[in-house]
């Protein structure tokens, strides 16, 4: 069973359109994350929700709108998408937030032509 | 929010100890040291934490000194498979939520 599972595992889309990412876990987790990888492979957050309430949104454009419908879903919805949105998303979940071990999914390359 | 420094590679040879060592100066009280292993395509994998002294589990050592500035990564007799990139994390409660950063990560190779 995979514990973080994220689809789709690529993505090819065209400037201008709307793509989503899903992210589910069967871990129990309450807490989920959306990490961004570019292409030097900085991993930076970008969410966190914690029980389906959003406690962490870093600097990230307002294209960009997570949806947790429960605590083992979170998705990632992209507005407008950008050549610069092209990178691989994780998305990621652990128990409690803070220095609680992550679990990451799979990633999903996601390329902007 | 604390930043690390890392080498960007490193090489070795399997068998040997790798000793992968990262900087963190400013460390915050309640931070914690976390170490993640990431091969190509896949997303990183939890291998160890630490707040100071030294933890063991069965696949790796951590070592961090008193002022905790910095911290070490032990890779006992390595493989090729654990060629990969090292992410060393520094992170904790901040403002009643979590964050944390990856570095930039280190590159190992384990040549045969």
């Known amino acids: 069973d995979t514990a973080v599972s994220q689809t789709p595992k690529y993505l090819v889309t065209q400037m201008g359109n709307d793509k989503s990412i899903k992210c589910e876990q069967n871990l129990g987790h309450d807490t989920m994350y959306w990490y961004k990888q570019d292409s030097k492979k900085f991993l930076k957050i970008m969410f966190s929700?914690?029980?389906?309430?959003?406690?962490i949104n870093e600097t990230v454009p307002n294209r960009f709108s997570p949806k947790s419908p429960d605590k083992a879903h979170l998705n990632l919805h992209i507005n407008s998408l950008e050549l610069g949105d092209s990178a691989v998303y994780f998305c990621a979940s652990s128990q409690g937030g803070g220095q609680a071990e992550a679990f990451f999914g799979q990633g999903t390359r996601l390329t902007v032509v | 929010l604390a930043k690390t420094t890392q080498p960007i590679s490193m090489d070795s040879y399997e068998g040997q100890e790798v000793n992968i060592t990262c900087s963190h100066n400013?460390?915050?009280?309640?931070?914690?040291i976390t170490w993640y292993q990431q091969f190509p395509s896949q997303g990183p994998r939890f291998i160890i934490q630490g707040y100071k002294t030294k933890v063991t589990n069965e696949v790796a050592s951590l070592f961090i000194p008193a002022d905790r500035k910095s911290s070490t990564l032990s890779l006992p007799r390595v493989s090729l498979s654990d060629t990969a990139v090292y992410y060393c994390?520094?992170?904790?409660?901040?403002?009643?939520?979590?964050?944390?950063?990856f570095g930039a990560g280190t590159r190992l190779f384990v040549k045969a």
């Open positions: 929700y914690n029980n389906k309430e959003l406690i």
């Open positions: 994390l520094v992170g904790g409660l901040v403002g009643g939520g979590f964050k944390t950063i």
């Open positions: 400013n460390i915050a009280t309640n931070d914690y």
